[in-house]
T-cell receptor
């Protein structure tokens, strides 16, 4: 039931853009995105509920295609502070188990 | 408290010993989750509590693992007869019924020698 993320790792230069994808084999109620910096706990970025809505947070936004059971996280004009591992998290049913994706390591270099 | 707290922050134990890990969720949060994160790996779902409902234990890797929660407060994850492969960071998260974002505690780093 674990969602699959791609790519596994990406290296960017400051100012470049990136897209991280999250794909599930099951129909989803919601998709969350979290960022985890080394040695720290994951921190919530945003949640998307079924309905195809797109959300934004600073220069980070996401979309959710419920028909394809996929979500994408868009990072634009990346900053050094964006470095970390990004995880999507999925709910199949509201208020049920919550599974994290396989993770994407993002490194932003000067 | 303002956030999720976990104790101890670090635990070193010998193979075969039992350990108890504690999680204090944010007050009023009905949902509580336990995850295991091995070094350099993702977050592995262990168990989920929602209010007074029966917990979802489908992620527990073996019968050596168990967890309890008192109402909508403290939770304890117990690992019996620890093995070296149990070494990991154990993360607890809580969320409220209406806002689904998960708030994580700082984790307990368990090392089994």
């Amino acid at each position: 039931q674990q969602p699959v993320q791609s790519p596994q790792a990406v290296i960017l230069r400051e100012g470049e853009d990136a897209v991280i994808n999250c794909s599930s084999s099951k129909a989803l109620y919601s998709v969350h995105w979290y960022r985890q910096k080394h040695g720290e706990a994951p921190v919530f970025l945003m949640i998307l509920l079924k309905g195809g809505e797109q959300k934004g947070h600073e220069k980070i936004s996401a979309s959710f295609n419920e028909k394809k059971q996929q979500s994408s996280l868009y990072l634009t004009a990346s900053q050094l502070s964006y470095s970390g591992t990004y995880f999507c998290g999925t709910e199949i049913v509201a208020g049920n188990q919550f599974y994290f994706g396989t993770g994407t390591s993002l490194t932003v270099i000067p | 408290g303002a956030g999720v707290s976990q104790s101890p922050s670090n635990k070193v134990t010998e193979k075969g010993k039992d350990v108890e890990l504690r999680c204090d969720p944010i007050s009023g949060h009905t949902a509580l989750y336990w995850y295991r994160q091995r070094l350099g790996q993702g977050l592995e779902f262990l168990i989920y509590f929602q209010g007074n409902s029966a917990p979802d234990k489908s992620g527990l890797p073996s019968d050596r693992f168990s967890a309890e929660r008192t109402g909508e407060s403290v939770s304890t994850l117990t690992i019996q007869r620890t093995q070296q492969e149990d070494s990991a960071v154990y993360l607890c998260a809580s969320s409220s019924r209406d806002r689904r974002e998960k708030f994580f505690g700082p984790g307990t780093r368990l090392t089994v020698l």
